[in-house]
């Protein structure tokens, strides 16, 4: 009924220090990677809601598959970026790297649960190949979601398909992590001061959260 005289309850808000534009202005050089699907994900949300490339970034688009539903290609095009990934990994030209994996979230919203299981399994194939890469060039690599949904396939009470996001805590993983650091419980919020902590930048004012990693004797 207020729709009329409210055009907005909340100002948009501004983000400032992002993780990409302290990563640029420490002359750094990050690589934003996605087929269609997720692509906006590691470039306009990644930086805030803004359309700016900054310095040092590149960003590699990959075409999702073009299927009426993902059930019918659960592997989507995460093969192909795996392969431009593991590329980029080895060319030791980037000091971060930015991936999103369409396949848990869009083949988790068809409800259909075989094609679940095949986008899983294509997933962690591909997972461990960049594990493999990254452990070769010497870096790190973190696994993480901002949601959940390919874990939930059916709904427990009515039996029927399950096909929205959860709100279920999501897996964090460091592969290759340092071994004098242990890793804590945390939230997305401490996501970038992980990254900025690995990176061995310093985490500004504006960034709220703390680095997941501890030293081993806290």
């Keep these: 009924a207020l729709d009329p005289f409210l055009p907005c309850l909340f100002q948009p808000q501004h983000v400032s220090k992002s993780l990409g534009s302290l990563v640029a202005d420490a002359g750094l050089i990050q690589l934003r990677i996605a087929e269609t699907e997720k692509y906006a994900h590691v470039t306009y949300f990644f930086n805030g809601g803004g359309e ?6 590149e960003r590699v688009l990959v075409p ?6 993902y059930d019918l290609q659960p592997e989507m095009s995460a093969g192909k970026v795996t392969d431009k990934l593991v590329a980029a990994i080895k060319d030791h ?6 991936c999103n994996f ?8 068809t409800g259909i649960f075989a094609a679940a299981l095949k986008a899983v399994e294509t997933v962690d194939q591909c997972l461990g ?7 070769d060039a010497g870096g790190y690599l973190v696994v993480t979601a901002d ?4 874990e939930s ?15 279920n805590p999501v897996p964090l993983v460091i592969v290759n992590a340092p071994v004098e650091r242990a890793l804590r419980a945390g939230g997305l919020a401490d996501l970038a001061p992980t990254l900025l902590d690995l990176l061995k ?5 504006e960034m709220t959260g703390q680095s997941l990693l501890s030293s081993r004797e806290q």
């Design 52 to 57: 700016t490339v900054f310095a040092g970034e």
């Design 64 to 69: 999702s598959p073009r299927v009426a539903t």
């Design 93 to 98: 030209h980037f000091d971060l790297v930015i």
């Design 102 to 109: 369409a396949n848990p979230d869009m083949v988790g919203h």
């Design 129 to 135: 190949r960049i594990a493999d890469a990254v452990a």
């Design 147 to 150: 949601h959940g949904n390919i």
């Design 153 to 167: 396939m059916r709904d427990p009470i009515t039996g029927e398909a399950h096909t929205a996001h959860t709100t």
């Design 201 to 205: 930048l310093p985490q500004p004012d």
